[in-house]
C-alpha cells in the first residue's frame, strides 16, 4: 500500500512507538490519527504534522475505542489502516499480581484492538481494502518472567491476530503482526521505575541474561519497520534475527524453559526472594 495520501490511525501515539510512527507516517505523506490519553502531547505534535488529527483516548474504556475511530471517519472519511500499538506493561511477581490492574492491561493491550478492528471493519469493506497491523511482543509466545500479566495480554492478541489472518484469508482486509522485541521506551521505563524489582531485573540482565543477549532497538527502527509494513505487508514482521528466533524458540519446550529460565533465576537472586511471596 502507498503511504501517501493514506489515513493510519495509530494507538498509543503521544511517546514510545506509537509516536515515532506517527511522525515517520507524516514523513512518508500519510494523514495520521493519534490516539493516546495524553491529549496535550498529542496536539502538540498534530501541529508540527501536515494532516493529523489528535484524539485524546483511553484506551481501557471501550465505549471511548469506539468513539475514537467513529471521530477518524467523521475528520478523513476513511481508514486505510489500523495500527494497534497501545500498550501497559508492570513488572511484578506472578503471585502477586492486582486483578484490577490486569484487568486494565487486558483492555489496553488487547480488547481495545479488537473493539477497534470491529469498528473499523465496516467502512474498510465498503472500500474493498484494508490493512490492520497489530503490534506483539516474543513475550506472547515466549513467556517472561515477572512480565506475566503483560505477556498473557500480548498472548491474547498473537492468538486473536493468527485466528484473523485464517478468517480473513483471501479477503480484502490483510491482517499482520509485528514483534518489535526489546525497545527503548517510556513505557519500559515507567514498568520498571514502579516495580519494587526493577534493580534486579537490570543486574540480571548485566550478567549475560537472555534479554541482554537481544540487543535493545530504537523506537525510531521500529517505526521504520512499520512503515515498510504498510508498504510491503506481510503475515508476520520482526524488529531482528534474534526476535525471529525467539519465535522459534518459543516451540522447542526444553531450549524456551532454558533461556526464559535464566533470567526468572536471575531476577529471583538479585532480588533475593523465594519463587513465591510470603
Known amino acids: 500500500m502507498d503511504t501517501a495520501g493514506a489515513v493510519v490511525l495509530v494507538t498509543g501515539a503521544s511517546a514510545g512507538i506509537?509516536?515515532?510512527?506517527?511522525?515517520?507516517?507524516?514523513?512518508?505523506?500519510?494523514?495520521?490519527?493519534?490516539?493516546?490519553?495524553?491529549?496535550?502531547?498529542?496536539?502538540?505534535?498534530?501541529?508540527?504534522?501536515?494532516?493529523?488529527?489528535?484524539?485524546?483516548?483511553?484506551?481501557?474504556?471501550?465505549?471511548?475505542?469506539?468513539?475514537?475511530?467513529?471521530?477518524?471517519?467523521?475528520?478523513?472519511?476513511?481508514?486505510?489502516?489500523?495500527?494497534?500499538?497501545?500498550?501497559?506493561?508492570?513488572?511484578?511477581?506472578?503471585?502477586?499480581?492486582?486483578?484490577?490492574?490486569?484487568?486494565?492491561?487486558?483492555?489496553?493491550?488487547?480488547?481495545?484492538?479488537?473493539?477497534?478492528?470491529?469498528?473499523?471493519?465496516?467502512?474498510?469493506?465498503?472500500?474493498?481494502?484494508?490493512?490492520?497491523?497489530?503490534?506483539?511482543?516474543?513475550?506472547?509466545?515466549?513467556?517472561?518472567?515477572?512480565f506475566g500479566s503483560y505477556a498473557a495480554s500480548k498472548a491474547a492478541l498473537h492468538a486473536w491476530t493468527r485466528s484473523l489472518q485464517a478468517e480473513w484469508a483471501g479477503s480484502e482486509i490483510f491482517v499482520a503482526e509485528y514483534h518489535p522485541g526489546v525497545v527503548e521506551t517510556e513505557m519500559h521505563d515507567v514498568s520498571l521505575a514502579q516495580s519494587e524489582l526493577a534493580e534486579a531485573d537490570r543486574l540480571a540482565d548485566g550478567e549475560g541474561g537472555p534479554v541482554a543477549a537481544i540487543p535493545a532497538v530504537s523506537a525510531e527502527t521500529v517505526a521504520r519497520d512499520l512503515v515498510a509494513c504498510i508498504r510491503r505487508p506481510r503475515l508476520a514482521h520482526y524488529s531482528s534475527p534474534a526476535v525471529r528466533y525467539g519465535s522459534l524458540v518459543a516451540y522447542v519446550d526444553w531450549l524456551r524453559r532454558r533461556f526464559m529460565g535464566r533470567l526468572g533465576e536471575s531476577v529471583r537472586r538479585h532480588a533475593g526472594i523465594a519463587t513465591f511471596s510470603d
Open 18 to 146: 506509537g509516536r515515532a510512527t506517527c511522525l515517520a507516517l507524516d514523513r512518508a505523506g500519510a494523514r495520521v490519527a493519534m490516539a493516546a490519553r495524553r491529549g496535550e502531547r498529542l496536539r502538540e505534535d498534530a501541529a508540527s504534522m501536515r494532516d493529523a488529527l489528535a484524539l485524546p483516548t483511553d484506551l481501557a474504556d471501550l465505549a471511548a475505542v469506539e468513539r475514537m475511530v467513529d471521530q477518524t471517519l467523521a475528520h478523513f472519511g476513511r481508514i486505510d489502516v489500523l495500527i494497534n500499538n497501545a500498550g501497559v506493561s508492570v513488572l511484578t511477581r506472578s503471585d502477586a499480581i492486582d486483578p484490577a490492574e490486569m484487568r486494565r492491561m487486558l483492555d489496553v493491550n488487547f480488547t481495545a484492538a479488537v473493539v477497534a478492528t470491529g469498528r473499523a471493519l465496516p467502512a474498510m469493506l465498503r472500500r474493498h481494502r484494508g490493512l490492520i497491523v497489530n503490534v506483539g511482543s516474543p513475550g506472547g509466545y515466549l513467556g517472561v518472567p515477572f
